[in-house]
């Protein structure tokens, strides 16, 4: 048998021995190599969604420059272009447009089968870090309602002093003081930062608290988190030189100085919006004027624009605004009512306690 003959019957042998191939279903995965890798889809995805670069890269936590590359790697990939740019947006060319439907449709469907194979839902959790004392004394009691509204959903809820690193950590939102800057975040304004001398009836009574220079008498209840509320609180009232700014105990959250002042050891200078509960039952009383505004330094629900991707961070922000809606439609006059009772209650304590 000649060369080409024995090369020839090789060959055919190969082809009928050679496991048989598949032809590849509608309902199976193509040849790796015909798909677009995932971080170009997912900065084309973005982009086309916002119709902006910018907003696409702070969704993603990159910058413009990184889209902007991820975009043009899909672009070389597919040979086609996915955008016509213009100084204030991107603008999908048709092909773009017909992809961008595409591709919606099967990340949307990726991230749904990874869940449920996982059998966990992301979305359904919300990570929200703020203070002790604004989650005990004002978020927590509210939670109720939340829970009844948004029965699937989890609520993640931590405390701490510190400062919240968003690119570190795996936190949606937080509750922070500041002045209404948040460096590269979103924020929205809660509650008013009023703060008012408060102590126990008991406590009231026993020093006979009525004025402001009566405090000169009386232990200061400091936090180590709000360093100068007293000092501030004094000038406004008129009583620097009168009373001791920073004489006293100091605790590290205003929870644990309402605390002692509960226990009748002193005065807290707290913000009424979360004492107000405790001013209207009367198991805190306010000792003397003046209510002191610290304006736009309060308290803000602070998260990056990015998060807003988690539908559980959305709709604890809307029930949290809701809230605070709720709390600046309450009467005024019925505010003022409550607490003028309270100064009336703490007046009766007082006469009581000095005939005894």
């Known amino acids: 048998m000649g060369l080409l003959s024995t090369w020839f019957c090789a060959t055919l042998n190969l082809k009928i021995n050679a496991p048989k191939q598949r032809s590849v279903g509608c309902n199976e995965i193509p040849r790796m190599r015909t798909l677009p890798p995932l971080n170009p889809l997912r900065a084309f995805e973005a982009a086309a969604r916002h119709k902006s670069i910018r907003k696409a890269a702070e969704e993603l936590g990159v910058t413009s420059g990184a889209v902007s590359r991820q975009v043009k790697v899909l672009e070389e990939f597919l040979g086609i272009a996915m955008f016509r740019r213009s100084p204030s947006e991107v603008i999908l060319t048709a092909e773009g447009e017909q992809y961008f439907q595409i591709v919606t449709v099967h990340l949307h469907a990726l991230a749904e089968g990874t869940n449920i194979l996982t059998g966990y839902k992301d979305e359904q959790i919300v990570r929200i870090r703020a203070y002790t004392t604004f989650a005990a004394k004002w978020l927590i009691p509210r939670t109720k309602s939340f829970y009844l509204e948004n029965p699937n959903t989890e609520l993640r809820l931590t405390t701490s002093l510190e400062g919240v690193d968003f690119e570190r950590e795996n936190i949606d939102a937080a509750i922070r003081l500041c002045d209404g800057s948040y460096p590269g975040c979103e924020i929205d304004r809660l509650v008013a930062n009023d703060l008012t001398p408060l102590c126990s009836p008991q406590y009231a009574a026993e020093h006979g608290l009525r004025t402001g220079r009566d405090l000169a008498r009386v232990r200061f209840l400091h936090t180590v988190a709000r360093p100068d509320d007293w000092r501030l609180w004094i000038e406004a009232a008129g009583l620097t030189g009168v009373v001791d700014a920073h004489g006293g105990p100091k605790f590290a959250s205003s929870l644990l100085a309402y605390q002692a002042a ?41 998260y990056p624009r990015s998060r807003l991707r988690n539908p559980a961070l959305r709709r604890f922000r809307s029930w949290l605004l809701r809230q605070i809606e709720d709390e600046m439609g309450l009467d005024a006059k019925q505010g003022a009512k409550a607490i003028l009772q309270c100064r009336h209650d703490q007046s009766l304590i007082t006469d009581e306690w000095n005939w005894r």
Not at 277 to 290: A, E, F, K, M, R
């Open 262 to 302: 509960m226990g009748n050891q002193g005065v807290l200078l707290g913000p009424i919006a979360l004492f107000r509960d405790d001013i209207q039952q009367g198991t805190l009383v306010q000792v003397c004027d003046p209510v002191v505004s610290r304006g736009n330094f309060t308290y803000y629900f602070v």
